[in-house]
């Protein structure tokens, strides 16, 4: 078989949140990082004819990018796969899934508190800032001045002089009538690219970041409140 250009790039993505990955036959494949606070879940197009684990993704995708065709021929013993171009060719074996960080389930949201949207320049702003302040805070709180909408403010809570970057959301919905500190990890966001990133933050602190071909669930930070 060979892999599809949407297949690679979805596991090149997943590589950034855990080298460990177990694929399979169920049509989507699932990526958790290894602090369990950050998950992916991705469906995908190319059918694989039985599960198998990879302890190194990063490492297996650099040897499908030796060639420029690869064909993948999966062994009978379900032990190894072997990419060739017909002339050259690598043996590359599987990982124990039972050795491997993963997950086998989704994750049920919880009622959304918050609901926003933002573009993928507002995500390269908040990227930029980040680096610039060195600063690893998103911190979203609630305004009604002029209008109901949502502030995100790149910082560092652990400084209390911390310099801030700030936009202005108006693409949002809140359903709480509590105001709200939800915290997150720059870190943390591993997204693949797209045109939108779709936030939906729970009050029990949990978040789901859908976009065009794959959703994340987030945990928040622990400084993270509702009902201040």
């Given at each position: 078989m060979k892999l599809n250009n949407s297949t690679v790039e979805v596991l090149k993505n997943?590589?950034?949140i855990n080298s460990n990955i177990v694929i399979g036959t169920e049509g989507f494949v699932r990526?958790?990082?290894i602090a369990k606070n950050v998950m992916a879940k991705a469906n995908i197009t190319d059918a694989f004819?039985?599960?198998f684990g990879v302890y190194d993704l990063p490492e297996f995708l650099s040897?499908?990018?030796?060639f420029d065709d690869a064909e993948l021929t999966f062994s009978d013993t379900q032990k190894f796969v072997t990419f060739s171009d017909g002339i050259q060719s690598i043996k590359y074996f599987f990982s124990d899934v039972e050795n491997l960080v993963t997950s086998d389930k989704d994750i049920t949201?919880?009622?959304?508190?918050?609901?926003?949207?933002?573009?993928?320049?507002?995500?390269?702003?908040?990227?930029?800032?980040?680096?610039?302040l060195k600063a690893n805070d998103m911190v979203i709180t609630k305004n009604t001045e002029g209008g109901l909408w949502t502030k995100l403010?790149?910082?560092d809570r652990d400084n209390p002089t911390s310099n801030e970057f700030s936009i202005n959301i108006a693409n949002c919905s809140i359903d709480t009538e509590e105001n709200f500190e939800f915290v997150f990890n720059i870190n943390n966001f591993k997204f693949n690219q797209a045109d939108e990133y779709k936030f939906e933050v729970a009050s029990k602190m949990i978040s789901k970041v859908?976009?065009?071909?794959?959703?994340?669930?987030?945990?928040l930070e622990k400084s993270?409140?509702?009902g201040v």
């Open positions: 997943f590589a950034a990526s958790v990082a004819p039985y599960k040897c499908y990018s030796l949201m919880p009622e959304s508190a918050l609901t926003f949207t933002i573009t993928d320049s507002q995500l390269a702003s908040i990227r930029k800032a980040s680096g610039a403010t790149v910082t859908t976009t065009d071909t794959v959703d994340y669930w987030l945990a993270s409140k509702i």
